[in-house]
């Protein structure tokens, strides 16, 4: 029996168990980026600086982008849904943490948690979801399980946001927990056995890492993703300091952002499938451009909202596009480049979170966004160069470079 058939076969109500994977990626994206529309409260709380509060995000990706490929590598062929229950369970615990957590030692061990549960789950939670859907419904199941980190980004991080300003930041994690402890719930009743009949091994990894041509776009993928982090962690402080805005317009420009961020992904999409290399062009070409205004002129709330629309439209369609490059590049080996990318990515996070704390303290929140608008430039300058290989005009080999 074919590998891809057999839990396919087993999960006689294959949605549920897909929207289950949707309801703990909507629950993981909500926790990890929780801190970045609360970071005032929390540093003040924790009596620390916002650049040091920005570090709880960066924990959560550093330990996700060294999860990641660990996780595959160590799940082997155990079952995937006893491999997904205990992350499921890892991120409750996490947010029961962090809603406890007195001081910043507290509080860092609950993100490396978090962080921990989010490398193993973007690793193996769509390709099981892919796996449990009925044939022909593949692509069907993976979209279900990112339109939950949609959701989160447009719906979980600014509730809970509101939930932080009017609550206290202690009562959203409370949220959080209750959200992650559902998605366990519904994960332990809907997953059926989840058999896997390979194994991915580090040599295979360091294999696909090596070719020049997957080096150079991972390389990329940190710095672009890494400056999305280094600013967007300090958007709250920057709209509280440089704005001058209040709680409930934060919220509603957090709103805006995942809004965006999510018709940005679909026009991301469709623009792919015409020119993956123009497409990635237009989205750093303008989150370079929001960002360089929200530097020049984001005292104007008026200004600053739209620098958000087209910058989170822009985030939207960003790492749809860097995944699809690594994809075509990769070949066959899909797997193996996304373990990859989910590294990549969640080490930019870690990197980007740290180094924006830091010009956040030494500078202000507007240098920031100025240092920002520098780097996405000189990631659209390397980024399409890299792209204009004949292999990126098509769908390339596997071992293409």
Do not use: H
């Not at 991120?91 to 061990?109: F, H, I, K, R, Y």
Request: hydrophobic share 55%.
């Amino acid at each position: 029996m074919n590998d891809n058939a057999q839990p396919a076969a087993r999960a006689r109500k294959p949605w549920p168990a897909v929207f289950s994977i949707a309801v703990s990626s909507f629950s993981l994206v909500s926790a990890e980026f929780l801190p970045v529309g609360l970071l005032n409260a929390m540093a003040a709380d924790l009596d620390i600086s916002v650049g040091t509060a920005g570090l709880l995000v960066a924990a959560s990706g550093l330990l996700a982008a060294i999860s990641a490929p660990a996780l595959t590598i160590l799940a082997g062929q155990r079952d995937r849904r006893q491999v997904l229950l205990a992350l499921s369970l890892l991120l409750t615990l996490s947010n029961l943490l962090s809603m406890t957590a007195t001081g910043l030692p507290a509080m860092l061990a609950a993100r490396v948690l978090l962080g921990i549960a989010v490398g193993g789950f973007w690793s193996l939670g769509a390709s099981t979801a892919n796996r449990l859907a009925p044939a022909g419904s593949e692509a069907r199941a993976t979209s279900v399980v990112y339109a939950g980190i949609s959701v989160g980004i447009v719906l979980g991080v600014p509730l809970g946001t509101l939930i932080g300003q009017e609550l206290g930041w202690r009562n959203a994690f409370a949220a959080a927990s209750v959200v992650s402890a559902l998605a366990y719930a519904v994960q332990y009743v809907s997953l059926p056995t989840v058999t896997q009949a390979t194994r991915i091994n580090a040599r295979q990894l360091l294999r696909l890492v090596a070719r020049p041509a997957i080096m150079q776009a991972l390389l990329i993928t940190v710095l672009a993703k890494g400056t999305q982090f280094a600013t967007y962690t300090y958007v709250e402080p920057y709209l509280a300091d440089v704005t001058a805005a209040g709680g409930y317009f934060i919220t509603l420009a957090l709103l805006v952002y995942g809004g965006a961020g999510v018709i940005g992904s679909l026009l991301g999409g469709m623009g792919a499938d015409r020119s993956l290399r123009g497409t990635l062009a237009v989205v750093l070409a303008a989150a370079a451009s929001a960002l360089a205004l929200l530097c020049a002129a984001g005292s104007s709330s008026a200004v600053a909202l739209f620098c958000l629309l087209v910058w989170g439209a822009a985030f939207g369609a960003l790492p749809l596009c860097l995944q699809l490059w690594i994809m075509r590049l990769a070949g066959d080996e899909l797997e193996g480049g996304a373990a990859l990318f989910v590294t990549c990515v969640q080490g930019s996070i870690a990197i980007g979170s740290a180094l924006g704390g830091q010009l956040v303290n030494r500078y202000g929140a507007a240098a920031d966004m100025g240092v920002g608008a520098l780097l996405f430039l000189a990631s659209l300058a390397f980024a399409w160069r890299a792209m204009a290989a004949p292999a990126l005009r098509g769908r390339a080999p596997a071992g293409a470079d």
